[in-house]
Each structure stands twice: as C-alpha cells, then as structure tokens.
C-alpha cells in the first residue's frame, strides 16, 4: 500500500525574495534576522550557563587552569537578551515595506550591538591572551553575505576598530586588561607584543573578508543571472498558456456547432441514415465529446492558474450541501455504470470558494465513477480528526501502482492501467484537483495499490470550520 501527500502551495512562503543589485532580497533579509534573533537567545543561555557554573561549581573552572568570571556573564546575557526582545519587536515590522530598507536597518542594528558585545566579551576573556578575538570572524563572514564588498568591508573595519580600540585602552591601562587565563607573575605580556598580535588578528580577518566576499559577490551576480532567466522563462510560459488558452477557445464554438448538428441529424433524419452511417455517426459523436469535455478541462485549468485574483472572496459555505450537489450531478453516469455511491456527512459550516469545491469533488468522485468497476461503489464520508477535518472519497476500482502514485497530478498522466480501462479521459481532472488545492491551502493524500480502489483523503484545516456551536453536530465533545 503506497500513500502520497499533495500540500498547498508554498509559492508565498518566507525566504523567497530575489537577489537584488546590491545583497539580498528584503525577504530573504528579514528570514535571516529572525535567524539571527534566534542564534542570540543560545548565546544568552550560553553566558547564563558560564555565570552559573562560575558562582555555584568555581572549582569546576579552577580544575582547568582558568579564573572564573565573575559578573560579566551575566551583563552580557542580560545586554543581549534585552536587545534581543527590541530587535524581535522591530522584525515583525520589516517586511511590511516595499523596500528592504527597513531589514537592511535591523541587520545594522543587531550587527553593530553584537560587534560591541563581542568587544566586551573579548576584554574580559583576554584580548591577546587567547583566540577569542577570532569570534569577530563570524560577523564579518555574514556580512559578505548579506551585504556587496563595500558594505561587508565597513562591518570589518568596524569590528577591526573596535579590537584594536579595546587593545590600545588596556595597553595605556585606561581599561585595566582582565582575561580568565592566568599569566606566571614572572611573565608580562609586553605592550608592542600585544598590538602586534591584535594587528595580525586584523590582517587575517581581511584576508578572510576579501576571499569571502569575492566569493560572495560571484554568488549574487549568479543568482541575479538566474532570477532574470526564470523571469523570462515564467513569461514565455505565461504567453504560450494564453495563446494555447486562446486556440483552444477557439476551438470549442466548432466542436460545439458538431455536436448540435448530430443531435439535428439524430432528431430529423436518422431513421433515413444506414446503419453503417449511423456508426460513423455515433463514433464522431463520441469524440466531438470527449474532444470538447478535454477543451472544457483545458480552459478550467488555465482559469484557475492564470487568474491572479480569485474569482470570488471567501464565503460561508455547507460542506454536506456541497457534497450532496456534486453527488446529485453525477448520479446519472453512477447509474449508467451501476456504481453505488454512498455519502456520510452531516451539514458543516467552512470558509471557502464553493465553485473551488464544487470542481474539486466532482473532478475526484467522478474519477472514482470512472476508474471503478460496473456494480461497484464509491464511498464518501467526512469525519473530524483532531484538528482537522477528513473529505474521505474512496471507491473500489482499479487502483494506482506505487510508481504511477507521485506522477497523478501531473497533466495528461495516466497510467497505462487507467488508459486502457477509460480510454476516453482528458488526463486534466487531477491537475485541476492540484490547483485548487493549493489554492485553497488544502492537504489531499492518496493511499493506493493495483486490484484495489484508491482512498484520496481531502484534509481540510479545523480552523475554517464552525465546530463550537451548541447544535453543531460537529461540535467536540
């Protein structure tokens, strides 16, 4: 038994701002400034540890040859978690504008707090006495991401600044140095020794920033050569659907005219026809069909994706009544192939485009119509699970081989088993299934294997139901 989930669309979905000239998108921007509000808040659980390991285990620190800190740590966590709650408040603001100046202006902000933060830590674990003074290569890393060279290279002269500022206050003892590894009483730690040790860590850090942020700027010249290209791809695509949406309107007034003169000729003159003709007859008859039944299909599915609004707003509607209709519009060819349908749903009241859902469930009941075997049945029920409620439309047909499962939703797929049980299929019904789907931030989950019937699960979420109600049968308990 093979399953497969179909979720909606992630097309909106953060993280997907372009490259543009200059860095990144403003959403990829804001992405990361939530990122990096959540790297602080371990970092401040980081120094808490330190503060509390140093205050209530000190010989855990002694053990390895180190001073334990005293008040720092927690200066430090409390400095960072508080900047941290302003710089969350303004994260939520970010993506509001049009522009991504607002992320550029919280990327600076948490840049230059965490750049002075770092001096500080720096100081009091040991300036020149330990690699501590290396942490300042992280930010400097992340700038020549998310910055162009010259923006990166600010964000690393001001790092650079503010070591070499911190090494020059303790060598002229106006910042008295501290550090947690302690020096032999004989050993002093000379002061053109110290500078000089601070201006190699500062060389390094250029050579990293230059590499980096070469690399960097190769990277977003890359993306934005990518992004044009799929910009005009998606606008070759979007021309040839309207010109192929266009033909095949076209198309439908003559298969229609066909259509409306065999039922002339079957009505005036059918009983002066041979039967030899009158096969010929029957046979144009069901390929104008099902020709025009593939146009009807094919200008759905073009509705659906090229419509940049939706075609009505959100409403109100009875997911039972729903069902029923659909039920009731397919009885009819149920009949004609002796398939049983049977339908267990009490009313329900949801948020959603009733013409979305009333192309949905046909298109999936009639397949099951199609795909099951005469005398069959196909079973709908609808069931609440946790918080979510279960369209069930299950029938007991042919089935859908684990490898033909994933490939269902594709356009004009079918599967050589359903080709050579319904040969008359457009191969659109599931796409169109797709598009609404993810129109409608549903969940549609396939169970399936061959010689058995497919169950296609509709998840709807709980939160655009009315449950509560008191008579609501739906109502949890």
């Not at 390929?287 to 940049?308: C, F, K, N, P, V």
Request: glycine fraction near 6%.
């Amino acid at each position: 038994m093979a399953t497969f989930l179909l979720t909606a669309s992630r097309d909106t979905a953060e993280g997907g701002g372009a490259p543009q000239a200059d860095g990144l998108g403003s959403a990829v921007l804001a992405h990361n400034i939530r990122w990096f509000i959540r790297v602080r808040w371990v970092v401040v659980a980081v120094f808490v540890l330190t503060g509390l390991v140093s205050h209530f285990v000190p010989a855990l620190v002694t053990a390895m040859d180190l001073v334990p800190p005293r008040r720092w740590p927690w200066i430090l966590a409390a400095v960072l978690a508080a900047s941290n709650l302003v710089f969350w408040m303004l994260s939520r603001r970010v993506t509001e504008g049009p522009t991504d100046r607002p992320a550029k202006v919280g990327i600076w902000l948490q840049i230059v707090t965490d750049l002075a933060v770092v001096t500080v830590l720096v100081h009091f674990v040991g300036s020149t006495t330990t690699f501590v003074a290396f942490a300042y290569l992280f930010h400097v890393v992340l700038a020549c991401i998310f910055f162009p060279p010259m923006r990166s290279l600010l964000v690393t002269l001001t790092a650079a600044g503010l070591y070499l500022l911190c090494v020059c206050l303790e060598t002229l003892d106006v910042w008295p140095s501290a550090g947690i590894v302690p020096l032999d009483p004989g050993h002093v730690v000379g002061k053109k020794l110290a500078v000089l040790s601070a201006l190699s860590a500062v060389f390094v850090w250029l050579v990293v920033w230059y590499l980096v942020a070469a690399l960097a700027k190769r990277v977003r010249e890359r993306g934005r050569l990518l992004e044009t290209a799929n910009l005009r791809l998606v606008a070759a695509d979007q021309e040839k659907n309207r010109i192929m949406l266009r033909t095949t309107h076209d198309l439908k007034a003559p298969f229609s005219g066909m259509e409306s003169n065999i039922q002339v000729l079957k009505l005036q003159h059918w009983n002066e026809i041979p039967d030899s003709v009158k096969e010929v007859v029957q046979r144009i008859e069901t390929r104008a069909q099902t020709l025009s039944e593939r146009i009807d299909d094919i200008l759905l599915l073009g509705d659906l994706r090229t419509r940049l609004e939706p075609d009505s707003s959100p409403e109100i509607l009875d997911l039972g009544l729903v069902l029923r209709d659909v039920k009731d519009e397919l009885e009819d060819k149920a009949q004609a192939r002796r398939i049983a349908i049977g339908l267990n749903c009490e009313s329900l009241k949801m948020t959603g485009r009733a013409r979305h859902f009333s192309i949905l469930f046909s298109n999936l009941i009639g397949n099951a119509i199609s795909y099951s075997q005469p005398g069959g049945a196909v079973d709908i029920s609808v069931c609440r699970d946790g918080p979510e409620v279960h369209v069930r439309i299950k029938d007991f047909g042919i089935g859908i081989s684990e490898d033909a499962l994933p490939h269902i939703f594709d356009e004009y797929f079918r599967s050589k088993e359903a080709a050579r049980f319904n040969p008359g299929s457009t191969g659109l019904g599931l796409a169109i299934v797709k598009e609404i789907v993810q129109k409608e931030g549903l969940k549609l989950a396939v169970t399936s294997r061959v010689g058995e019937g497919p169950t296609f699960d509709v998840v709807i979420p709980a939160a655009r139901c009315e449950f509560e109600k008191e008579d609501n049968p739906w109502r949890k308990s």
